[in-house]
């Protein structure tokens, strides 16, 4: 069977059912669960609170491998309903980092090329780059080279000093062979 519908559409009720009866559906997705519970907007706090609450008591594992598959995600359900300081925010993010390097170390992973870690996400909407995977390691991945944020005025401007140098490396060239 298939649920056809989007999870940030579903009712309360209808999440409970769907979490209970999920090995029935071929098309259950956890991570879109776990997005869809902050971004359902026909859900209350309290009820979104219970939800997570179900979810994971089915797929605790999963929840927990979000810290290192998209951390982002992970946080934003983890404190639902909760008022976070910097401080608290920072030590969230060292106990993140910390359960990543255990979670990594227990399956014997030695790389992250899944989830947002192998993302090319520079920030820019209009890249057309965005969502392409990318290898660690790789050109793009430590240059972080990016053609999202292309200023056609500057790309003009370096044609023509590209162009002028070309023409004043000849006569460089030239000086020097007369001078010897």
Same mark, same amino acid.
């Given at each position: 069977?298939?649920?056809?519908?989007?999870?940030?559409?579903?009712?309360?009720?209808?999440?409970?059912? #769907?979490?209970?009866?999920?090995?029935? #559906? &071929?098309?259950?997705?956890?991570?879109?669960?776990? =997005?869809?519970?902050? *971004?359902? *907007? +026909?859900?209350? !706090?309290?009820?979104?609170?219970?939800?997570?609450?179900?979810?994971? @008591?089915?797929?605790?594992?999963?929840?927990?491998? /979000?810290?290192?598959?998209?951390?982002?995600?992970? $946080? @934003?359900? @983890?404190?639902?309903? !909760? *008022? !976070?300081?910097?401080?608290? @925010?920072?030590? /969230?993010?060292?106990?993140? =980092?910390?359960?990543?390097?255990?979670? /990594?170390?227990?399956?014997?992973?030695?790389?992250?090329?899944?989830?947002?870690?192998?993302?090319?996400? &520079?920030?820019?909407?209009?890249?057309?780059?965005?969502? $392409?995977?990318?290898?660690?390691?790789?050109?793009?991945?430590?240059?972080?080279? &990016?053609?999202? +944020?292309?200023?056609?005025?500057?790309?003009?401007?370096?044609?023509? =000093?590209?162009?002028?140098?070309?023409?004043?490396?000849?006569?460089?060239?030239? +000086?020097?062979?007369? !001078?010897?």
């Amino acid at each position: 069977m298939k649920i056809d519908r989007k999870f940030n559409t579903l009712s309360f009720n209808e999440y409970l059912n #769907y979490i209970d009866n999920h090995k029935q #559906y &071929c098309d259950f997705n956890t991570l879109g669960l776990y =997005r869809s519970i902050f *971004e359902n *907007e +026909n859900t209350s !706090l309290d009820e979104k609170i219970q939800i997570r609450e179900f979810a994971n @008591k089915h797929f605790e594992k999963t929840f927990e491998f /979000l810290q290192i598959k998209d951390p982002w995600t992970y $946080i @934003k359900v @983890k404190t639902l309903g !909760l *008022e !976070l300081t910097n401080g608290d @925010k920072d030590e /969230l993010w060292r106990q993140i =980092r910390k359960n990543q390097e255990l979670i /990594l170390k227990k399956k014997r992973i030695k790389h992250q090329n899944f989830g947002e870690y192998s993302k090319h996400n &520079c920030g820019y909407e209009t890249c057309p780059m965005n969502g $392409i995977m990318i290898k660690q390691g790789s050109f793009m991945a430590e240059y972080e080279m &990016c053609i999202g +944020n292309i200023n056609k005025y500057a790309q003009k401007q370096k044609s023509e =000093r590209r162009k002028s140098e070309r023409k004043s490396e000849k006569s460089i060239i030239k +000086n020097e062979l007369d !001078l010897e």
